[in-house]
Protein backbone atom coordinates (compact mmCIF):
# COMPACT_ATOMS: atom_id res chain seq x y z
CA UNK A 1 0.00 0.00 0.00
CA UNK A 2 1.29 3.50 -0.67
CA UNK A 3 2.68 6.00 1.47
CA UNK A 4 0.30 8.79 2.23
CA UNK A 5 1.60 12.51 2.89
CA UNK A 6 -1.66 15.20 3.22
CA UNK A 7 -0.87 18.76 3.17
CA UNK A 8 -2.88 22.26 3.08
CA UNK A 9 -4.41 22.30 6.11
CA UNK A 10 -3.99 25.82 8.66
CA UNK A 11 -5.86 28.64 10.64
CA UNK A 12 -8.25 29.98 8.69
CA UNK A 13 -12.11 32.15 10.03
CA UNK A 14 -15.16 31.09 9.39
CA UNK A 15 -16.68 31.83 5.93
CA UNK A 16 -13.10 31.28 4.32
CA UNK A 17 -11.85 28.53 2.23
CA UNK A 18 -8.57 26.09 2.33
CA UNK A 19 -7.36 23.63 -0.17
CA UNK A 20 -5.61 20.07 1.22
CA UNK A 21 -3.51 17.62 -1.21
CA UNK A 22 -2.99 14.27 -0.96
CA UNK A 23 0.35 12.83 -2.36
CA UNK A 24 0.22 8.85 -2.85
CA UNK A 25 3.27 7.17 -3.53
CA UNK A 26 3.38 4.17 -5.85
CA UNK A 27 1.75 3.00 -9.18
CA UNK A 28 -1.34 1.82 -8.40
CA UNK A 29 -3.05 5.39 -7.41
CA UNK A 30 -4.89 5.40 -10.85
CA UNK A 31 -6.93 2.11 -9.90
CA UNK A 32 -8.34 3.03 -6.61
CA UNK A 33 -10.91 5.02 -5.54
CA UNK A 34 -9.81 7.77 -3.08
CA UNK A 35 -11.30 9.28 -0.22
CA UNK A 36 -10.79 12.07 2.41
CA UNK A 37 -11.70 11.39 5.57
CA UNK A 38 -11.49 13.43 9.45
CA UNK A 39 -11.82 13.23 12.96
CA UNK A 40 -12.50 16.35 15.19
CA UNK A 41 -11.66 16.00 18.69
CA UNK A 42 -12.96 13.60 20.77
CA UNK A 43 -15.08 11.47 17.86
CA UNK A 44 -13.84 8.93 15.85
CA UNK A 45 -12.90 9.22 11.91
CA UNK A 46 -15.45 9.75 9.64
CA UNK A 47 -15.51 9.74 5.75
CA UNK A 48 -15.94 13.09 4.35
CA UNK A 49 -16.05 12.39 0.16
CA UNK A 50 -14.65 10.29 -1.85
CA UNK A 51 -13.68 9.93 -5.67
CA UNK A 52 -13.91 6.62 -8.08
CA UNK A 53 -10.59 5.81 -10.31
CA UNK A 54 -13.02 7.55 -13.08
CA UNK A 55 -13.60 10.97 -11.00
CA UNK A 56 -17.21 10.02 -10.13
CA UNK A 57 -17.48 11.74 -6.85
CA UNK A 58 -20.11 11.41 -3.47
CA UNK A 59 -19.96 13.92 -0.54
CA UNK A 60 -21.72 13.80 2.91
CA UNK A 61 -24.01 15.87 3.23
CA UNK A 62 -22.56 18.63 5.33
CA UNK A 63 -20.02 19.11 3.40
CA UNK A 64 -22.20 19.05 -0.12
CA UNK A 65 -21.81 22.38 -1.97
CA UNK A 66 -19.20 23.65 0.13
CA UNK A 67 -16.26 20.89 -0.72
CA UNK A 68 -14.58 19.88 -4.19
CA UNK A 69 -12.90 16.70 -4.16
CA UNK A 70 -10.80 16.12 -6.99
CA UNK A 71 -7.62 14.20 -8.38
CA UNK A 72 -4.99 14.24 -10.76
CA UNK A 73 -3.71 10.40 -11.43
CA UNK A 74 -0.69 12.04 -14.05
CA UNK A 75 0.75 13.24 -10.07
CA UNK A 76 -0.38 10.44 -8.04
CA UNK A 77 -2.53 13.40 -6.03
CA UNK A 78 -5.76 14.07 -4.88
CA UNK A 79 -7.44 17.51 -3.76
CA UNK A 80 -10.15 18.61 -1.29
CA UNK A 81 -11.28 22.02 -1.73
CA UNK A 82 -12.93 23.36 1.36
CA UNK A 83 -15.03 26.35 1.21
CA UNK A 84 -17.48 28.47 3.26
CA UNK A 85 -15.93 26.68 6.24
CA UNK A 86 -17.53 26.50 9.74
CA UNK A 87 -15.92 25.61 13.08
CA UNK A 88 -17.32 22.19 12.76
CA UNK A 89 -15.20 21.75 9.73
CA UNK A 90 -12.44 21.69 12.57
CA UNK A 91 -10.58 18.53 12.40
CA UNK A 92 -7.85 16.77 11.47
CA UNK A 93 -8.21 15.52 7.54
CA UNK A 94 -6.71 12.66 6.30
CA UNK A 95 -6.61 10.88 2.68
CA UNK A 96 -6.66 7.14 1.96
CA UNK A 97 -8.10 4.60 -0.25
CA UNK A 98 -12.07 4.25 -0.60
CA UNK A 99 -13.01 2.43 1.62
CA UNK A 100 -10.35 2.57 4.39
CA UNK A 101 -10.07 0.70 7.55
CA UNK A 102 -8.44 1.83 10.87
CA UNK A 103 -6.06 -1.26 10.15
CA UNK A 104 -4.60 0.40 6.82
CA UNK A 105 -2.02 2.73 6.30
CA UNK A 106 -2.67 6.44 7.17
CA UNK A 107 -0.58 9.27 6.99
CA UNK A 108 0.01 11.82 9.85
CA UNK A 109 -3.14 13.98 8.31
CA UNK A 110 -3.38 17.87 8.51
CA UNK A 111 -5.05 19.97 10.67
CA UNK A 112 -7.65 22.09 9.77
CA UNK A 113 -8.76 24.73 12.54
CA UNK A 114 -11.73 27.48 11.93
CA UNK A 115 -12.11 30.07 14.23
CA UNK A 116 -15.43 31.43 14.67
Known amino acids: QGQLVESGGGLVQFGGSLTLSCARS????????MAWYRQAPGKQRVLVAH???????SYVDSVKGRFTISRDNAKNTMYLRMTMLKPEDTAVYYC??????????WGQGTQVTVSS
Open 51 to 57: ITRDGNT
Open 96 to 105: NIYPATPLDN
Open 26 to 33: GTLFRLVS
